[in-house]
Every structure is written in C-alpha cells, then in structure tokens.
C-alpha cells in the first residue's frame, strides 16, 4: 500500500477546476516533486494534503485512511505532517528555539524530552549559537533553515515544501538544496516538494510530477521526464528541448518542411495527422557544409547565435526556429546556409 | 456551535471526521449584532420621515425640505463652508506633507506629534478657545492687536471676528487638516525619489519639480483627502453651534439639533437628516475610487532610505508654516484655555486676575462633574473594549476570508463613516424610545451611538494589523498540531497586539469627545463632559468650561502616553 | 355608645403614619427621616449655575444625609427635558425651578405637578402663588438693560428701549433668546405687549450678538465683548457689580420685564419625601436671604432684607409678567423672534 494516495482529487475556484481529477501514489521515503508553471494548481493540491484546503471531489488517503474527501476532512493539526513555506512562516514572536519545539509543544511531549530533542536538532541543522535569537535577527537563509529544523524536529509522517529556495538569493539555494536533500537521506521521511523550477526538480526528486493546468501532464523519474517526454508541453518546460511541428507519414516518418525524417519513438498521430516531435539541442548537429549530405537532414539558415563559453547556442530557420547546441569552436554568421541533422533515436513523437 | 468566549481559552475538540465548524454560527451572530447596530436606527429613521404624527404615510416632511427657506439655506450654508474647510485644508496640508516627506526639514518627528495633537483635540474644544481668542471685542487677539496699534474696539474692525461663517470654517480647519495631511503625507512616501531626481537631472529647481512632477503624483491624495475633510465638516456639531450660531448662522446639524427642541418635529428631524446619507456616500465612492482600495492611513514616521530635497535657507518660511498652523491649533488655544482657567476675568491681564476659583468650583462644587467625568470614561471604555473585540472578530473572519458573505461583513463594519453623527443619534432616538427596548435615558444608547460611530475607524486599525500578518503563520501553526483557537491565541494574538491597542486608543478618544451625537441622546443623568461643557457656555461661564477643557485633554493625552508605554518592543 | 374597635383606631394610625410624611406641608422629623431613607434629592433649576450650587451646599450642610443632584440648563431647555424625560416614561426630577411661570401652567395643566405648600409660602402675597398650592414665585428679578461703563460714558448712555434703536449702537449690542429662556421669554413679551413686534423688526438691524441664556449678556459686557446688552437678568448683573466689573444698569424709561421664577414638586418624583424637604427648604427665609445677598436676586419672602446699593422695586416702572396671557402664545412668539433674529 502506498503510503500518501491521492484519488480523483479535484478543487474549483470560481466553477474553474484549480485542481482537475488528479490521481498520484507515493510510496514510503519517496521524494516526489510537484512541477509546473503559476497557476497550475500544484500549490493547492499541498495545501488539500495538508489539510488547509477542503476538496470538492476526490480523496486523500495516507496508510489507507480517508483525511481529506468532500465529507469531511481531518484537520491539519491531526495529521502529523510538517510544512515547509515559501514566506519561511517563522514566528517572529518567538525565538528560534521556541520555534523549533513549537510541534513538540503541540504534541504535549514533556519538557525534558522536548529540550533534549530541540537540542538535537539544532545541533543537526547548526543552529545552536541562534537559538535564542529572534527571526529579525537573521537572514532568510538563516530563517528558512529554521523552518526546515522546525518540521524535522516534529518527525512527521509526511513533509510538505512549497517552493521554500524562491525567497532565496541564488547562491544560498544551492547550500539550502543540499541541506533538504542530507535531512532526507538521514529521516527518511516522505516529502512533496512543490517548485515551478525544473532544474530544482531534477536534482532532488525521486520523481517528478508534471503539472499544468490542474492535471497531471506526466510522472517519471527526473530522467524519463527529461528524455522521453509525453507531452509538448513537458518537454518546453523541462527545458532543453525543441518542439518542431511535423504531419506523420507512415510508421515512424513523419514530414517537416516537404522533407522526411525518421523518429526513433513516441506517439504518432496517424498517417496525414499533424502531430510533433521533440528533440533536444544537443542532440541535434549544425552541419555547416550543405554538401554533406546524410539521411535525416533539414536545411537551415542561420538566424543568429549566442557564445556561452562552454557551447554556442544557434536559432536556426527550418521554416519553424530551432534552437541547436553547437560547439563554440564553430561560428558562422547570420544568414550562413547550413544542414541541421537529426538523430532518429533522439526524437520523440508527441500528439499532445 | 461554540461561543466565542469558549474558542479563546482553546478547549480540546473532540475527535471526529469533520472538525466543528464554530466560525459559521460565529459570524451569524456578528452579522446580525453589526446589522442592527448599523441598519436598525437608518430603518427607522426612514421610517419616521415619511410618516405623519398620527402614522399615516406622508410625503409632507420632504416637501417642507423642499420649499421651506429655513432649511434650505442651513443646507446651502453646510455645503459651501464644507467645500471651504476642504479648500484650505488641501491648500496648507499639500505643502506641509510635502515639506516632511520629501525635503530635509528638521524636527519632524516633532512636527508629525504637534499634528497628531491637532487631530486628537476636539473641535468644539477648539472653537471655545477660539471664541476667548477671536471674540472680536474681548477677544485675546483683538485686545493684543489693538494695543499694538492703538485701535480702540468697537470703532475700529477687529483683526479677526470668530463668530462668523469664515470663523468657523476658520476653526473646522484647524482640526480637519491632520486628516489630509497623512493621506498626503503617506502616499508621497510611498514615491520612489527617482522620479525627482529625474527632474532634477533635467534641471529643474525642487520648487518647480514639486510642481510639476510631485503635486500631479499626490493629487489622488490631495482629492481624497478633499473629500474627508468636506465630510467631516459636515457632520460637526460643536464649532457651527458655538461659531456660527450666534451669528444667526445655521448649518444642517443645527437645524437638526433645533429640531429636536420640545416639542420635538421628528419627522422633519428624520426627513432633514436623511438627505445627508446619499451625499456622504456619493463622497465615500469618489474617495475609493480616486484612491483605490487604501481607506484610512494611519500617521507613522516612515524616515529616510531616500534623498531629500536640501531646502537652505528655505527653512525658514517652511518652518514658519508650520509654526503658523500649529500655533493656531494647539499654542494659542491650549495656552488660552489654561490661563482662562486661572483667571476671574478671562478678557483682562492677568495682573490681579489669578484665582483658583474655577477649578474649585469645577471640582469641588459643581455636582455634575462628577458624574459626567464618570459617564464619560463608563462610555469611552466601553464602546472601545467592545467596539475592539467586535472589530477584531469582524476582521478576522473577513480577512481570512473564512466564511461565505465575509464580504458584507466587512461592508457593514465600514457603512458607518456614511452616516453623520446626528443622523445616527436621530436613528438611535428613533429606535430606543419605543417598546420593546427602550434605551433612551439610559448610558445604554450613548453607548451604542459611540460603538457603532467608531466601527469604521477601529476596523481599518485592525484590518491594517491582520493584514500585516502572513496567513501562512498560523497555517504553519496548526500544520504543527494547533488547532485553528490555539493559532488565533499563539500566533494571531501576539502579532496583532499593537494593533488592538491602536484601536483600543482610537475608539476610546473618538468616543470620549464626541458631541454631535451625544446632544440628541442624553438626559440629566447621562451627561458627559462634552455636553457639559456645552451647557456651560450657554450661560457664558468660560472660567468652568477651561477647566474642563484643560482636564479633557490632559485625560486624553495622558491615556496616549500611558498606554504607548506598554506596546510591544520586541523585534517583529 | 358605640368604642371604636382598638384594631380599627390601630389601623387609622398605622395607615396616618405611613401616609402623613408625604402628605405633610411642614419639615417634621418623620418627613427627614423619610427623605434621608430615601437618600437623594434632584432639582431642576435655571438659576445662574454658582447660585443653584450655593444653594445646593447649603441644604447640604443642612441634611447631610440627604444628596442632592442639581441639573442646572436655561429654563427653555429644562421645560424641554422635563417634558421629554416624561414622554419617555423617565421620571428623574424631583424638585423644579424655572423662570418661565407659563411652564408651571402647562405642568398643572397636565396633572404632573404635586399640591404643596411650604410653611413660608402661606405669608407670600396672593399673586405670588398658585391658588390650590401647585406652585409658589421661589425667586424673581428684572429683564435690564446694561452697558460697559469703561465703554461708554455716562452722557452717552441709553436710557430705554427706543435709545437702542439708535444707529451708534450697531454692532454693539447683545442679547438672550427667548427659545432658550424663559425670562426672555417673559420679557419678550412684555415689550411686544408695549412696544410692539415693529420694535424688535428694527433692532434685528442693529447687528445684535445673539446669545442664548439671560445670564450670558451680563458676562459678555463685563468682558467688553458687547457694549450693551438688550436684555439680561439683574441678578448677574448685582453678581458682576458685587465682583467690581465696569457695569452698570438701566431700568428703561418704558418700563422693566418684572420676572417671577416659580418652583414646584412632581406628582411622580421619584424621591417624593426628599422632595418636600427640599422644596420647604428652598422658601426659607435662609435661602430666600442667600439667593439675594449672593444671587442678586429678588425675593417675594416678606422678611427679606436687601443690600444697600439695589434700587427698591418700588422705585421702578416694572412691566409685570402675565403666564396665562403668555401660555397660549408661546410657540408663535418663539417663531416670530427666530424668523427675526435666527436660531
């Protein structure tokens, strides 16, 4: 049995459905990511699990048990969860211990305990020297890292994170995602980790879960999103890619600009249907001598380019623009004629 | 359903699959209690005005509003002195918002105190002073200015005759500017000094880059602020009674007043006030709509973090300014009430004039002291303990948005600032002086004329504290295993207590100087001191009436103080 | 011959005891003990504000055990509480006093006022009191003119009325309303019955400072505010000479409003015994002697003296008050005056 289900689960602002009918399993320890654009109702399917949102349709089950469906829900503070916040949500009232044996306190654990265990957690987070400061005091860094001390320390079921590095100056992100991902490692606690930033995604998700528009647009391991995307959609936002239009042919021949090119896989939309394929910038080739020949090449024209030291990004013309990876030894000017090849195995159909 | 009282102390709920909803009976009742506090007195006053003594439908008391002189001239004399008291405001607030908030002026933070002053000083206590200081014989003023010209009164045209139509909207200014001044004020913060120093760059001098960049940007403020002050010109009772009255100059609050005289024309009184309504909320509409969704801002000391305009030698005038309409409002009146406390003839020097008389008689002999003095802190604490709960509950349920028709909450909290102060006493009077409750004669009707009269204010001051606390820290709270109760004590309460005391504060002063409502409402045993004060000067009797004032302000300053003592200074 | 039975004789006596106090006209032991059971006395009364406190500590230091609430207002306004308070069904006042004798009319008429007589009373002269002994004159002065004697010379000063009109008084003079007070009121009367309503069309042309109270224009000429005052009560004005104020007054050629100040007990008073101490108090020649040494007034008790320096009433043409004639036209003589002069 998985340990957080999530079942037709649906909420609706307005008569507009926030969240449409989505379905997910998580398992035990998983680190599962919630992905997607504003507005895609990531951030309200965290807050139905947690219990601060009622659903309209559906249900949210954690070890079998109903805690959320249209007839009731249980409230948050009975559901053993922790919750991470953009806004750090850190009691300005109260000191930084304080904070941190907040949950204890709820809990009713007695005061000696609570102290050893508040003790021991701001240890793990190195926290100690601040912990009679106030949040005032200290930087967001700082305070979010409090926050994150605040949730381990109650030793919830289930942690929830929304977008909890956005507040952050970029540097500290990087110290912050580390720190997420040890505490992980060591408590081994479930956590859904909601973010609009896929590069956040790919490094700390077991797996990802795509979402756009209130529906669920694909779930995989960060790899399987990041290669074999099911949708257009999650190969722009998974970054990297270029979505080029195509009528299918036959089989797995598809045309673009009167030419044909083979796809190594995916879905495809029928023979005379208007479909696309995906395929990533570097796994497309800037041929710049159109003598060269090869099956699976488009002609192209150069439109410009951009040095980025390690790799020169190229917007190519194929009658559609193309964004082609090329290395930084090759550069050709605006309006240079050149052969763009693709690689059949590196192409994916999509019909959606 | 849970009362209220219970869901502070946090008693556990019991277990089960849905959580008891206490918040939907909860705000049932706050609903209901707002709505009869609101709509109940404009019903009747609705009511009265179109029926006849025997309680036959008429349209006849409107016609009279229609055709009678004597009513239409009060009313053409209310809008005109309003638009005046407006005008000046705007005129003087504009440069003295602009002189704190954009240049290096010095002494601001006390210059921003002596306004708050202005603000807090009752306006009928202000014509009083002004009646010794401009009285246009005896007054302190003239008596000064003649001497200095070796004028003789009564020949020569006094410097200043306070007991005119100028005279009042003379003294209405002094106590309305506070209001545009911080609307001014606060939005001109609020612009970044880029946009100055981008003129500057083009070479313009700081007095044209406040003319052509600064002033467009604030006169959304300025209009707004317009507005206040020709709204509460309009409802104010003291300075037109005091100022104007003798003058054979009536306004709509007198003339209301008036007829209230017995035998009372209720009908005519219902159908004089009404027309007020339609008007002050036409205002209200322009006010939102030219300043969007802000309302009320409150003054705080927002300092530097940008460049101010350096003003030389300019200083000077500006400080001279403000001395000017400071001294005005707060030197010369309070200085006049104090030495006509102390004095036996308040026209004459003060060599063999000094006694202690006034204040024994006040004290010692005069039998309603007393009891006013009690009346009016029975009230005062009342509407503002109440009053602060009943906002803070409104406010939370509407802010967190957490029950359907939240809304309309929020509205009938607001609605009151439409309604003038004796158009409430008229509905109030009209209410509780029939069966089944009658309150008239009671500190019970006062009260509810105070608590419904500050709603408004209170709600801003709080709605503004709620606001600045992030919903997600009482979410964060009972994600950690608080219920919704333990949240509002833990997390919610600590975090708005500067708040609630600023309402506190606010209510209490609003109530303990009101006047135009309070004239129409109470009888010999539920006099306040406003009211007693104003019975004084019917009989001329200024020696009581300073002593009064000066223990009024005294009380009401001393109450800021004490309890700013005790805001919260912990980092937040 | 018939005994009257001991347990009837018992009950007569037990029913007289009870009832007696409050029936009683004179201060007898039983009727203080009452009073002081009771505790509290209100009184309602127009006189000058430091003279109903005067005599407020004087009946305190009296009956210490009795309070007594004085609620002081123009006697206008406290006919317009008093009435009020009543259509309310609040029964507050005890013990009233105004300077408008049509009011006391207007009370009887409406069966409000209780039947009593203190023990002075029975010496005052007949027109002094009310017949079945519903009210009695508790003080009485003059409506005067006035003027500022440091603003104006003796040669220059007004001697009547008509001297008024004069257009070298424009600007300067100041006047009490009879909306507000009663022995305006009865002034106003008394002039529009001998000089007509002509006269006071042409002296709403002079400009006049319009006060409410008779007791305000005595203040306001002693301060310089005003030169001369229409009308105001002679009682501030003996209160303003007595404090050594530049002022002086006229008893006007035409004649002089003469003012009789009533007071009387309410049916209804919540303090019924209290009441009646109070009331027999107030008629004392104690008190009658404090309201004219302190007071200024004049007193219609034949054993009160006067202090040198008043003009004997005998010495002046008085226009005598008229509260029956005056009753019937009281609002239109308020209408009048207001559409004249304003509120």
Known sequence: MAHLELENLTKRFSGVASVDAINLSVEHAEFICLLGPSGCGKTTTLRMIAGLIEPDAGEVRVGGKVLSSPRGVIPPERRNMGMIFQSYAVWPHMTVGQNVAYGLKMRKVPPAERHKRTEAVLRATRLTQLADRYPAELSGGQQQRVALARAVTSQPDILLLDEPLSNLDANLRGDLRLEIRRLHEEFRTTSIYVTHDQVEAMAMADRIVVMNLGRIEQIGTPQEVYDRPRSKFVARFLGGSNVIDAVHLSGKAVEVAGRALEIGEGEFAGPGKPMSFCVKTHDLELVPDLQAGGNNTLNAIVRGQTYLGSHRDYVVDIGQEVLVAAPASLDLPRGSKVLIRFRADRCRGLIQ | ?572 | MRLIPLNALCTFWWVAAIALPVAAQETTPELVAAAVKEGRVVWYSAVDVKVAEAVAKTFRASYPKIQIDVERAGSERVFQRINQEYQSGIKNVDVVNSSDASHFLFWKQQKWLAPHTPPDVKRFGARYKDPEGYFATWRATLNVIAYNTNLVSPKDAPTGYLDLLDPKWKGKLVKSHPGYSGTSLTGTYALTKALGWEYFEKLSKQAVQQLQSTTAPPKSIASGERVVMVDGNEYNMFMEIDAKSPVKIVYAKEGTPFVTSPGAIFAAAPHPNAARVLQNFLFTVKVQQLLVNEGGLRSVHPDVNYPPGRTPLAEIKLLPDDPEGMLPLIADIKKRYTAIFGN
Not at chain 2, 433 to 453: D, E, N, Q, S
């Open chain 2, 1 to 572: 359903m849970r009362p209220a009282a219970d869901a502070i102390e946090g008693t556990p709920e019991r277990s089960s699959a849905r959580s008891i909803d206490w918040t939907a009976p909860f705000s049932i009742v706050m609903a209901l209690l707002l709505a009869s506090l609101v709509l109940l007195p404009m019903f009747w006053l609705a009511l009265t005005s179109l029926r006849d003594d025997s309680g036959r439908f008429t349209l006849e008391h409107y016609r009279q509003l229609v055709v009678d002189p004597a009513f239409l001239k009060p009313l053409a004399n209310t809008l005109w002195t309003s638009c005046a008291v407006g005008a000046l405001c705007v005129i003087a607030a504009a440069p003295m918002s602009w002189l704190v908030s954009r240049t290096d002026l010095p002494g601001k933070r006390l210059l921003r105190v002596l306004i708050l002053a202005s603000f807090v000083t009752p306006p009928f206590l202000g014509a009083f002073a002004w009646v010794l200081l401009g009285g246009p014989n005896a007054g302190l003023l003239n008596q000064w200015y003649y001497g200095l010209f070796g004028l003789k009164p009564f020949e020569a045209a006094p410097l200043l005759n306070i007991f005119s139509a100028s005279g009042m909207v003379f003294v209405i200014f002094l106590y309305t500017f506070p209001y545009v001044f911080t609307f001014v004020a606060n939005s001109l913060d609020l612009i970044p000094s880029e946009l100055e120093e981008a003129s500057a760059i083009l070479g313009a001098s700081p007095f044209r880059t406040a003319l052509h960049i600064t002033l467009p940007l604030g006169l959304p403020a300025l209009l707004a602020g317009f507005l206040v002050a020709f709204l509460q010109s309009m409802t104010l009772f003291g300075p037109p009674a005091i100022l104007a009255m003798p003058a054979g100059i009536d306004v709509i609050t007198t003339k209301i007043w008036s007829l209230f005289q017995f035998p009372p024309r209720l009908g005519l009184a219902a159908a004089a006030s009404l027309p007020l309504l339609p008007i002050t909320v036409a205002l209200l509409r322009a006010q939102t709509l030219i300043l969007g969704r802000r309302g009320y801002a409150v003054i705080s000391g927002k300092s530097g973090g940008r460049q101010l305009i350096r003003l030389g030698a300019w200083k000077v005038p500006a400080l001279a300014l403000f001395a000017l309409v400071l001294g005005c409002s707060i030197a010369l009146p309070y200085g006049v009430l104090l030495r006509t406390s102390f004095v036996k003839n308040w026209s004459r020097p003060l060599a063999d004039n000094l006694t202690l008389e006034h204040w024994r008689f006040v004290f010692l002999e005069f039998s309603q002291t007393k009891l006013a003095l009690q009346n009016t802190f029975v009230l005062g604490i009342a509407a503002a303990t109440a009053g602060t709960i009943l906002v803070t509950a409104v406010g939370y349920l509407s802010l967190r948005k957490i029950v359907w028709g939240h809304r309309s909450l929020a509205f009938l909290a607001n609605a009151p600032v439409a309604i003038p102060g004796i158009v409430l006493a008229v509905g109030l009077f009209l209410s509780y002086t029939r069966p089944p409750l009658v309150l008239y004669g009671t500190l019970w009707i006062i009260f509810f004329a105070y608590l419904t009269k500050e709603l408004p204010v209170g709600y801003q001051q709080i709605s503004a504290s709620l606001k600045a606390v992030h919903p997600e820290l009482e979410d964060a709270s009972r994600i950690f295993g608080a219920t919704r109760l333990r949240a509002l004590f833990d997390i919610t309460a600590p975090l708005i207590r500067n708040g609630v005391i600023a309402t506190w504060i606010f209510i209490f002063i609003g109530s303990i100087r009101e006047l135009s409502a309070t004239i129409l409402l109470f009888t010999a045993r539920t006099k306040t001191i406003s009211v007693t004060m104003f019975d004084l000067r019917e009989s001329n009797d200024w020696g009581p009436i300073a002593v009064l004032s000066t223990t009024m302000l005294l009380i009401t300053f001393g109450m800021v103080a004490v309890i700013y003592r005790f805001t919260d200074r912990r980092p937040t």
